[in-house]
């Protein structure tokens, strides 16, 4: 076990920090996506094109920055993304055009991701089994700030001076995480004397069949919320008519949720494997994915007061999906953990950016294609995890 200059409490709030940079650079600018499509003189699906662009940059930064940095070690492929994160982010803030903005986007992204990866294979340097997934929860609570706060942070930056204040404030933010960790983060990688390359290390991965469906389970949840997250805005906003100003609030009760079930999974945690509770998860999504379903099936014009806290449930429950899910791939590479990880979120965002773009595809002005695609997610993770592991021998 490597020796840490930080404490375990010290580690994993700047790791969360890190962490929250992804879920920033998503949520923050949703209010201002009216301003930019004015401002740009495009439509807001151009404007939103930005965000499945952000998920499929933000998959590829992780896919090339997981054998980066079990190759290269944590601390530089850290200071690596933060550095195309802030550069990235720099150019959207100048960009004049849309097509630059979605260069730029895409630049931002691939920063973030070859930085964020490191988080979890940190955690699994120096960890493993439940404490590795209490580690990941209790990063997750801390991390979860960032979606709760951003469109709150969002909308006010907006108010106070427009689009490109929304990106300054991403801008700070990643300089800041930067010089933090530049001074503070200790390299925590597991040095080997074998050191394959990225196509051998990704070969170890997905020839285990065990953590590929806990990578199935992983990447159909971030799906399934990705779908809810796109298409949110116009079901929220256009079919409910639920002001601009509400929804930030709306969004982020979903959030205080996902942050009640990280809670309880820190406590399950004590008496319970990983794996079991997020099997309780999935079949928590799959029950609220029915529901939802069947009532927007059955009546023509559905009560908000019943398609919210549903999709609260919905979204909630992934406090018991993700760390688990993570924690348990990980558990089976501990000289490869960032190269897993990375498999993992690249997964997750690149399904989330397909998602997204179905629930676009598919938008008819109701709420009917968001539930369809999130139902369809909550039903996928469980089913791929069992073909997948079904005769393979159980973890330890």
């Known amino acids: ?107 931002e992204a691939f920063g973030g991701g070859l930085a964020v990866v490191n988080s979890a294979a940190i955690i699994r340097d120096f960890s493993k089994g439940q404490e590795s997934a209490r580690h990941l929860s209790n990063m997750a609570v801390i991390m979860m700030l960032a979606p709760l706060l951003a469109p709150l942070i969002g909308m006010v930056l907006l108010h106070l001076s427009g689009w490109r204040l929304v990106f300054d404030f991403l801008l700070v933010y990643g300089l800041i995480i930067g010089s933090t960790l530049f001074f503070k983060l200790p390299e925590t990688r597991l040095i080997t004397d074998d050191r394959p390359g990225a196509f051998k290390r990704y070969g170890m991965v997905l020839s285990n069949r065990c953590a590929v469906g806990f990578l199935f389970s992983q990447c159909f949840a971030l799906g399934g919320m990705f779908a809810f997250i796109t298409g949110s805005p116009s079901v929220y906003m256009g079919y409910f008519g639920i002001s601009e100003t509400v929804y930030p609030f709306l969004f982020g009760t979903n959030v205080v949720a996902m942050i009640f079930f990280n809670r309880l999974n820190v406590r399950l945690l004590k008496r319970h494997r990983p794996q079991f509770i997020l099997s309780i998860g999935q079949a928590g999504q799959i029950l609220t994915a029915s529901l939802l379903l069947a009532y927007i099936s059955f009546n023509s014009n559905p009560s908000l007061y019943i398609v ?89």
């Open 1 to 107: 076990m490597t020796s840490l200059t930080l404490s375990i409490r010290s580690l994993i709030l700047l790791l969360a920090a890190l962490t929250a940079m992804a879920p920033l650079a998503i949520d923050a600018y949703l209010p201002a996506m009216l301003d930019m499509s004015a401002f740009f003189g495009v439509s807001i699906h151009d404007v939103e094109l930005s965000l499945s662009l952000f998920l499929a940059g933000f998959a590829l930064g992780q896919i090339v920055g997981g054998p980066f940095s079990d190759h290269f070690g944590r601390r530089a492929a850290t200071g690596s993304g933060i550095s195309l994160f802030c550069l990235g982010t720099l150019g959207i803030i100048l960009s004049p055009t849309i097509e630059w903005l979605w260069a730029f986007r895409v630049i």
């Open 308 to 396: 919210i806290p549903l999709i609260i449930l919905f979204i909630g429950v992934m406090g018991l999906i993700v760390a688990n899910a993570t924690s348990s791939t990980v558990e089976y590479f501990p000289s490869n953990s960032a190269t897993a990880t990375a498999l993992l979120g690249a997964s997750g965002f690149a399904t989330g950016a397909v998602t997204g773009a179905v629930v676009g595809i598919l938008g008819d002005g109701t709420a009917w294609p968001m539930i369809v695609v999130m139902f369809g997610c909550a039903v996928a993770a469980p089913s791929l995890r069992f073909l997948m592991q079904n005769g393979q021998p159980k973890p330890a």
